[in-house]
């Protein structure tokens, strides 16, 4: 996703949308096709057969299990694609085998996608919430930012993005969320709401520091630009994921952005599983927008 001056607004040329052909995914692909028609970006149809698909079988069929598999995929990415290109969307199937992680970070790379639309569920187990190993790979590694659209979504990809909720953890990555979500909010002209959420209790004038924290927030937008509507700076205290989904739900925001890896709340845990922007992708009632530490903004 790149940033064009003097407009200073979002250019959109290539998108990525990674699919596994389940239900969740076919959601996903109506939120790639909106984005692709509002900035007339090319859309490439991405899917990836695993190596699980033929890792035990036997070396003399191998081949003709790789075959099938390939036919499999490549007449349901015609179904995906077929429709789009009669309505006059560019759009490519992508076809390829090997880990499914590296290889939509490659076909990214090597597409130049500005954006990478992926569907993920959620399953529960030993009181986690739980996203798809490959989503998870995909938001972690991406070198452009990452929609994620999960099990409870119910935006209407039609729509547009009506209000925008950023959370931001004050780490290196935050003043480039931020910029993402502002140019996003002035272009569809919504609503803007920016989080950020106190972990622990503040013993000490919370007062006093609620108000530097919004004022730290107010820092990370751009001062010479101007949205319609007043951004709104919010300051929370609890269980950091949680809070952010119960402010999105508040406002019935559209879209949430915010970082996926680095120094500062949202940071990666030792399972991966556990971290906040995994846990908020899972749960959201709208699209998460996620920027990674390989994400670089380029200005022209």
Do not use: W
């Not at 290889?103 to 529960?124: F, P």
């Amino acid at each position: 996703m790149k940033l064009v001056e003097p407009q200073a607004k979002i250019a959109l040329k290539n998108i990525l949308f990674a699919t596994d052909f389940e239900v969740l995914a076919s959601r996903a692909l109506q939120f790639a096709v909106a984005l692709a028609n509002r900035y007339h970006a090319k859309l490439y149809a991405a899917h990836v057969i695993p190596q699980t698909a033929y890792a035990y079988a036997h070396p003399e069929s191998m081949e003709q299990i790789l075959k099938e598999a390939y036919d499999y995929a490549g007449y349901e990415l015609n179904q995906i694609v077929g429709p789009l290109k009669h309505r006059n969307c560019p759009c490519e199937a992508l076809l390829a085998d090997g880990d499914p992680g590296e290889v939509i970070r490659a076909l990214a790379e090597n597409h130049e996608a500005d954006l990478i639309v992926v569907g993920t569920g959620s399953r529960e187990g030993v009181g986690k919430l739980f996203l798809g190993s490959v989503a998870e790979e995909i938001i972690r590694e991406a070198p452009c930012a990452v929609l994620t659209v999960g099990p409870h979504v119910a935006t209407d990809p039609a729509a547009g993005f009506q209000s925008i909720v950023c959370a931001a953890d004050f780490s290196l990555l935050s003043a480039r969320v931020a910029g993402l979500a502002f140019l996003l909010a002035q272009e569809y002209n919504a609503h803007l709401t920016l989080v950020h959420v106190v972990a622990g209790m503040l013993k000490d004038s919370p007062n006093l520091a609620t108000e530097l924290t919004e004022y730290r927030l107010r820092e990370l937008l751009p001062a010479e630009l101007e949205l319609r509507y007043e951004p709104q700076m919010v300051v929370e205290r609890g269980p950091v994921a949680d809070r952010i989904l119960a402010v999105t739900n508040d406002l019935s925001a559209d879209l949430i952005v915010m970082g996926a890896r680095g120094a500062g709340a949202f940071a990666q845990t030792a399972s991966h599983f556990g971290s906040i922007a995994h846990k908020v992708v899972s749960l959201a009632a709208c699209p998460v927008m996620t920027v990674g530490g390989r994400h670089e903004y380029e200005q022209h």
